[in-house]
Every structure is written in C-alpha cells, then in structure tokens.
C-alpha cells in the first residue's frame, strides 16, 4: 500500500544553517568591514552583555513556542485521536453513511505474510532503522524505511459484519509485534491478526449496494487501534493534558524569573 523513506530533512536544514553562521563569524573576524552586515554584528559585538540578557529571554521563548506548535501540529494519528473520543460507537448493523467508529473483531480474507518472522496476518506496519553504537557501546536507532501493507478484510460484532476497505490505513497505538537485528539494521513489525478485538474509525460507504468502511476524505482518517488499549488512553489522556500544561505554566514562570 505506502512505502516511504524517510530522511530528516529538518536535522540537516539546522546543521546547516549552524555551519554557515559559524562560518560566517570566522569570515568576519578576519575581514570585518568588508563584510556584509558588518554594522550589525559590530554593534552586537560592542554591545554584548545586552544582547546576552535579551536572548537569554528569546531563547527559550522561541523553543518553547517551537515545541508548542510541533505539539499542536495535526497529523493523521492525532485526528483519528481526537474523533475517537467525540464519536460514539456504533453497532455494524445501524451503520449510517458518514464517519463511524466501530469496534469488533477482525476476520481475515487474503492472508499476508509479516517481512520480520513471516507471520500470517492481515496487515502489518514494517520499520527498518539503522542502528549506531558510540565509544561506549550504547545502541542508537534512525529509521530509514517505514511501510503499511494490508489486504481487505471484515470486522464483526454481535450485530454483524462489514467489509473494510484498507487503503491508507494507519496503526495507531500499538506495540512492535516482533522485533529482528541484523547487518547493523533493525527491523519491526506491528501485526493486525485475525481474531483480535480492535476498533476501527473510518467512512462507512455503500458499492454496489455493499456497505463497506474506508478511509474519510474529509478528516483524512482509517485508523485502527486495540480496543482495551484506546479505554486507556482516553483515561489518562486528560491527566496528560494537564500535566503537560502545568510543565509549561512553570517553564513561563521560570523564564520570567531568570530575566527580572
């Protein structure tokens, strides 16, 4: 279905930009005034302490608003998050047309094979990452592959069963399924099985006067998560939520403290 390698654009762009003011400082400390912006950086340098208790403000402000709308920023997973816990849970049989959330059981049609121990499934969510070692020998881990790969398949509840079509599907909250290392790469999977009881947000359609479920062109969302593992996080969600903004309250607070 998707296969998509990922490179972190965003690292290199900082790294670069990094280097060139470096780079930059070192031009200007041997050619001064024959460089551009030479006022600039002279009164900076002429003017230093003030500058220093003004970005010792900016900084942070800047990082904090940063991570703040990196937070913020909506993605698939977190709409499918959010309509989850507005949507009330429908039973397959009163299906009306429009976006659902159902929860049921999976039953598999066209079974697949897994790419990490050639389990049979319905789908699966795949990472390769390469994995570095420092002086130490601590492991860290960079992924360079994801993929979803899923065949049609039907969910079921004691009302009924109706077909899904997977399409742009995601796997939201679940955990690696099997894990394999080798050649200096990892690889993971995360398995939809027959049989598990999952629940499942995504458009309820009729084809040729089928109904069926696929992904909602308007919220851009066909999730499927575990059903015992959503009722936790829509628990503890809220405290998250509140922890989170308690944390920045405290960093604003911090911060106006540090610049008075």
Same mark, same amino acid.
């Given at each position: 279905?998707?296969?998509?390698? +990922? ?46 208790? +003004? ?41 009306? +047309? ?34 570095? +070692? ?11 592959? !994801? ?38 790469? !990892? ?74």
């Amino acid at each position: 279905m998707k296969s998509e390698k +990922k490179t972190s654009y965003t690292g290199y762009i900082v790294l670069g930009i990094i280097g060139f003011c470096f780079l930059y400082f070192i031009l200007w400390t041997i050619f001064k005034e024959k460089m551009p912006l030479h006022k600039y950086l002279y009164e900076i340098s002429s003017n230093y302490d003030a500058y220093a208790e +003004k970005a010792l403000f900016i900084f942070p402000v800047v990082f904090f608003v940063f991570i703040f709308l990196t937070l913020m920023k909506s993605t698939s997973a977190k709409r499918f998050l959010r309509l989850q816990a507005s949507l009330p849970t429908s039973k397959i049989k009163s299906l009306a +047309k429009g976006l659902v959330e159902v929860e049921g059981t999976l039953v598999m049609k066209n079974p697949l094979l897994s790419p990490v121990d050639n389990e049979t499934c319905i789908g699966y969510y795949y990472t390769i990452e390469d994995i570095d +070692k420092d002086s130490d020998g601590k492991e860290s881990y960079r992924t360079i592959h !994801r993929e979803t790969q899923c065949n049609p398949f039907q969910i079921k509840d004691e009302t009924g069963i109706i077909e899904v079509e997977p399409e742009g599907i995601e796997l939201i909250l679940l955990g690696e399924t099997n894990i394999g290392s080798n050649n200096s790469k !990892r690889h993971k999977e995360t398995l939809l099985k027959d049989g598990q009881k999952m629940l499942l947000v995504g458009y309820a359609d009729v084809k040729n006067g089928q109904p069926f479920i696929r992904k909602d062109d308007h919220y851009k969302v066909l999730g499927i998560t575990s059903a015992s593992g959503i009722t936790v996080w829509n628990k503890y969600q809220p405290l998250l939520r509140s922890f989170l903004f308690t944390c920045s309250v405290i960093l604003l607070i911090i911060i106006f403290i540090f610049t008075q």
